[in-house]
T-cell receptor, first 117, second 113 residues
Framework: GAVVSQHPSRVICKSGTSVKIECRSLDFQATTMFWYRQFPKQSLMLMATSNEGSKATYEQGVEKDKFLINHASLTLSTLTVTSAHPEDSSFYIC?????????????FGPGTRLTVT | EDQVTQSPEALRLQEGESSSLNCSYT??????LFWYRQDPGKGPEFLFT???AGEEKEKERLKATLTKKESFLHITAPKPEDSATYLC??????????????FGKGTLLTVNP
């Protein structure tokens, strides 16, 4: 069964509005979750690492004020795209990591397709 | 800067025609090499993790191997349902104690019946 869920699976929003995407770890508690973005025919690019109870760590070139991440519990992280623009249209995918010694795999959610009109 | 290069970009096989996908990498401090399968419009599905040169792992028609500079994903007697994009990623330590995955662009595999 699924290890990670995301909601919504698809969202269309107007330019200038904000969109929130949820990522849930279903099988285990995840102190660390990751957010990726994937453009068509491109690879996954890490946007930020989300740590429960602390501020997210953003990759170079990712605006932390635009992509707000909240990791409020051990099973839920949210990504809010603020003041979305058409160039933010992409496939957003979260992942959770099972810690070393327990399995050490990194599992991905089904992704959220964001279209900004 | 960590780099992952996958080849070929696309591969067409006939059902039953075995082949291999390549993933070459340049990293400082490898903490694991991952293989994933990704179907269109879906998130990556975990296949294997390899940690050290010489390690091999198998799952059904797939076998992954690792050397100090590259990894291969061998597909034996593929079936049409094996058609997907196969992604390779290397894990390194980033920003203290956090791990980070760097992905290649993937190999699009098409298996014709």
């Amino acid at each position: 069964g699924a290890v990670v869920s995301q909601h919504p699976s698809r969202v269309i929003c107007k330019s200038g509005t904000s969109v929130k995407i949820e990522c849930r770890s279903l099988d285990f508690q995840a102190t660390t979750m990751f957010w990726y973005r994937q453009f068509p025919k491109q690879s996954l690019m890490l946007m930020a690492t989300s740590n429960e109870g602390s501020k997210a760590t953003y990759e170079q070139g990712v605006e932390k004020d635009k992509f707000l991440i909240n990791h409020a519990s051990l099973t839920l992280s949210t990504l809010t795209v603020t003041s979305a623009h058409p160039e933010d249209s992409s496939f957003y995918i979260c992942s959770v990591q099972r810690l070393a010694g327990v399995g050490d795999e990194q599992y991905f959610g089904p992704g959220t397709r964001l279209t900004v009109t | 800067e960590d780099q992952v290069t996958q080849s070929p970009e696309a591969l067409r096989l006939q059902e039953g025609e075995s082949s291999s996908l390549n993933c070459s990498y340049t990293v400082s401090g490898l903490r694991g090499l991952f293989w994933y399968r990704q179907d269109p419009g879906k998130g990556p599905e975990f296949l294997f993790t390899l940690y050290s040169a010489g390690e091999e792992k198998e799952k059904e028609r797939l076998k992954a191997t690792l050397t100090k500079k590259e990894s291969f994903l061998h597909i034996t007697a593929p079936k049409p349902e094996d058609s997907a994009t196969y992604l390779c990623a290397v894990r390194t330590i980033s920003g203290g104690s956090n791990y980070k995955l760097t992905f290649g662009k993937g190999t699009l595999l098409t298996v014709n019946p």
